[in-house]
C-alpha cells in the first residue's frame, strides 16, 4: 500500500505556456504515482479557482481531469480535499469521477498510521477576515444566488477574486508559523501520527515529539509530494523527466 499526496497546484493560474508545462509535470507525476499508489489524496487548491455549475464545468483541465478519472477507474482511491480557491465543488468529482470529496479537514488510518489532513487555511486566528469571508462564500444560499450569474462572468469574477485574495495572503506577515504548526502539534499531542497540510507553498517536514508534521509546498515552484509506504512517511520534490 502506498498512499501519495499532493496540494496547490493552482491549475488556470498562470499564462498558456507555463499552464502546459504545469499540466505535463503533473501528469508525469501521476502517470509515476500510478505504478504503485493505493491512495491519492488531494489536500486543496488543485485549482486557483474553480466554479462548477450545475451542467458547467470550467475549461482548460481536461487533460489532468482525465488522467485522474483514469487513476480512480483502475482502482487507486482518490480524496479531494476542497481548499480555498476550488471550494465551490458541487458533486461532479463524486458523481462523474468516482473522487471522494471533503469539505473539511478530516482524519483516516493508513497503514496503522493515524493521519490528519488539513488544506491549512484559517488555522490563524489574527485571520479573522477569512474566517468571515470563508462562512459568506460556502453559504448555501449565496452561492444559489452567484449560480444565477452566466458562468462566462461567474468564472471571470472567480479569478479576478483569487487573484486578490493570492495577493493580500501573500503579502500578509502572520509571523514565522501562521498558527499551522501550531495546530499540528497540537493535533499530534492529541494522538494523530501524522498531519499533512498545503495552503503554505513552502515545503516542510518536521518531526514534532513522535509524530510527524509535512507541509507538501506546491506545484508552482517546487513540485512537491509526499509518500506514505511502509509506514513512513516522506517529502519528496517530483523532477520532470
Known amino acids: 500500500m502506498t498512499a501519495y499526496f499532493i496540494s496547490d497546484v493552482h491549475l488556470g493560474l498562470e499564462g498558456p505556456a507555463a499552464e502546459r508545462d504545469k499540466q505535463r509535470r503533473l ?51 482518490i480524496h479531494f480535499l476542497v481548499g480555498n480557491h476550488d471550494f465551490w465543488v458541487r458533486d461532479f468529482f463524486e458523481t462523474e469521477m468516482g473522487i471522494k470529496t471533503h469539505n473539511e479537514a478530516f482524519g483516516i488510518e493508513l497503514e496503522g498510521k493515524k493521519i490528519y489532513m488539513h488544506h491549512g487555511d484559517g488555522l490563524d486566528p489574527r485571520d479573522r477576515g477569512y474566517a468571515f469571508l470563508k462562512k459568506v462564500l460556502r453559504n448555501r444560499f449565496a452561492i444559489w444566488l452567484f449560480s444565477w450569474i452566466h ?33 499540528a502539534a497540537r493535533l499530534l499531542g492529541e494522538g494523530y501520527d501524522m498531519v499533512i497540510m498545503g495552503h503554505r507553498h513552502v515545503p516542510r517536514e518536521e518531526r514534532i515529539g513522535a509524530g510527524v508534521y509535512v507541509n507538501l509546498g506546491d506545484w508552482i515552484g517546487h513540485n512537491t509530494y509526499a509518500r506514505l509506504s511502509g509506514g513512513t512517511l516522506s517529502l519528496q520534490r517530483w523532477m520532470a523527466a
Open 27 to 77: 501528469i508525469g507525476f501521476l502517470d509515476h504515482a500510478s505504478r504503485d499508489a493505493s491512495h491519492l489524496f488531494i489536500l486543496g487548491d488543485l485549482f486557483d479557482a474553480w466554479i462548477e455549475y450545475r451542467t458547467v464545468i470550467p475549461r482548460g483541465f481536461h487533460r489532468v481531469l482525465s488522467k485522474l478519472h483514469d487513476l480512480a477507474d483502475s482502482g487507486v482511491d
Open 151 to 183: 458562468p462566462d462572468i461567474g468564472v471571470t469574477l472567480a479569478r479576478s477574486s483569487s487573484k486578490t485574495s493570492r495577493g493580500y495572503t501573500s503579502t500578509k506577515d502572520y509571523g514565522e508559523e501562521d498558527g499551522m504548526r501550531r495546530a
